[in-house]
């Protein structure tokens, strides 16, 4: 996974919400400062995630352990068109780490991945990271190099881009 060209949105940053209770947790190796958790059935913490470029993404995960983590909570990943799929993770297993989600979804201009809370044990909120795939990367521009002209004169070029999958915007 090249995560040069990745996307990370950790907890309590812009473009994060919540519902119900989320608390600071104690749980080892969070990413960044802390991560967050919640025993509260229904409760939910959603990462809104704005897009330069749409298109193929994998989605991973990273949380924090804990002895009393739920073995399966649900992740809610909107793709485009507002289709929504739902890969569930032990959260008990795997934590300090990113743990991908599924294998790739196909966002618009934002992706929006909610983690939901189930009561009956803890849910671990900490961080995002989407990574494009390549299978719809922008455009890149072919340079025409420096170009100068008088003053009073008109100077004309063309511009050209080549685009992976055919569809240059």
């Known amino acids: 996974v ?8 950790d907890n309590g940053e812009a473009g994060t919400s919540s519902t119900g ?10 990413y960044g400062t802390n991560s967050l958790f919640s025993g509260e059935a229904g409760a939910g913490y959603t990462f809104n995630i704005d897009l330069i470029t749409p298109g193929e993404y994998q989605v991973f995960a990273w949380w ?3 002895l009393n983590r739920r073995t399966s909570v649900p992740y809610d990943i909107t793709q485009l068109g507002g289709s929504t ?3 569930t993770v032990n959260q008990r297993l795997n934590g300090g780490q ?3 989600l599924g294998t790739t979804w196909n ?8 983690i939901r809370s189930l009561g009956d044990g803890t849910t671990s909120a900490d961080a995002i990271m989407l990574v494009p795939t390549g299978a719809n990367a922008a455009p890149v521009l072919i340079p025409i190099g420096d170009q100068s002209v008088s003053a009073g004169n008109t100077l004309s070029f063309s511009v050209s881009a080549t685009d992976s999958d055919g569809t240059i915007p």
């Open 21 to 30: 209770t989320w608390k600071v947790s104690s749980g080892a190796d969070p």
């Open 64 to 66: 924090t352990e804990w």
């Open 2 to 9: 090249d995560i040069t060209t990745s996307l990370i949105m």
């Open 98 to 100: 990113w743990n991908q």
């Open 107 to 114: 966002f618009g201009a934002t992706a929006t991945i909610t």
């Open 85 to 87: 799929g739902t890969v």
